[in-house]
């Protein structure tokens, strides 16, 4: 038979695990701060535990998929007593040190631990659309590949548990950037009379372009420190068409928050001596002291 499966946390997105799980045939027991969410689980055939320790004692493989890791330790924290023998995945959002805390408070336990970051919103989970990222022991995810597939793609890392959510926070501060550039055109465009949606195909197609353009390029100068020979588009030249990109706002009523930031990198990056370069060498302007714990 199939692995039973418990998954704790029946949020939007706990409840999509728990549901492909169910399609997928595994047995799910399932666990939630407010119980009424497990419901229409239980109707297809999920087992509603009482708590958090009936839950985790319910199944070799716990699924853990709530707001934040503060509820990750409270719900856990209680449950100590039923880790032992058992692979806690936690599939919540938030930081490699985080990740840290949690793999040692499991392992203090007796049980494995593999971390994760969904990049997938609810509906895509259990389809060829949905990817999922894991750290944490090789053995532990080679052994729980079969069912973590369930849910999407399933790729691993490597063994240190923050490398999931470092890629799953590095990949979403990209989104971010990328919404920051998409926001700002749309409001450029719309405050000048344009149709957006006219406008959204022309705008999609030029960063999909330019992201396959750019990347390989600052990936390498971040290994390397090689801008690759001479820039075809000098920092110096495109410190100016910022300034356009700003007059441009306050012509049309566009406010400049989304662009400010970096403008006032390329500017210094210019005024430190590095207008023949690539934007590339922004990435040196980022780098500041890591934060102890
Ligand atoms: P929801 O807000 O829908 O659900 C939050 C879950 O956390 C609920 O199960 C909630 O319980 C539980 N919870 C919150 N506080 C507590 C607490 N103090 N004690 C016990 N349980 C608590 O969020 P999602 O399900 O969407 O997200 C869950 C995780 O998945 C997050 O880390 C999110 O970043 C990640 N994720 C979500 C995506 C999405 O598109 N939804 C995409 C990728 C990742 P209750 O029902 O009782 O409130």
Known sequence: ?????????????????AGAFLAAGHPT?????????????????????????DAVAASPLVVVCVLDYATVHRLLGPAGGALAGRTVVNLTNGTPRQAGEVAELVAGHGAEYLDGGIMAVPPLIGTPHSLVLYSGAPDVFERRRPTLEVLGTATHLGSDPGLAPLYDLALLTGMYGMFSGLLHATALVRAAGVAARDFAPMLSSWVKTMTDAALPGIAAYADTGDHGGEAGSPLAMQAAAFANFLDTGEELGVRPDLLLPLTRLVERRVADGHGDEDIHGVLDLLATEPKEN
Do not use: F, H, Y
């Open 1 to 17: 038979g199939r692995t039973p499966v418990t998954v704790i946390g029946l949020g939007r997105m706990g409840a999509a695990l």
């Open 29 to 53: 027991t399932v666990w939630n701060r407010s119980p009424e969410k497990a419901g229409p689980l239980v109707e297809r055939g999920a087992v509603r535990a009482a708590t958090v320790a």
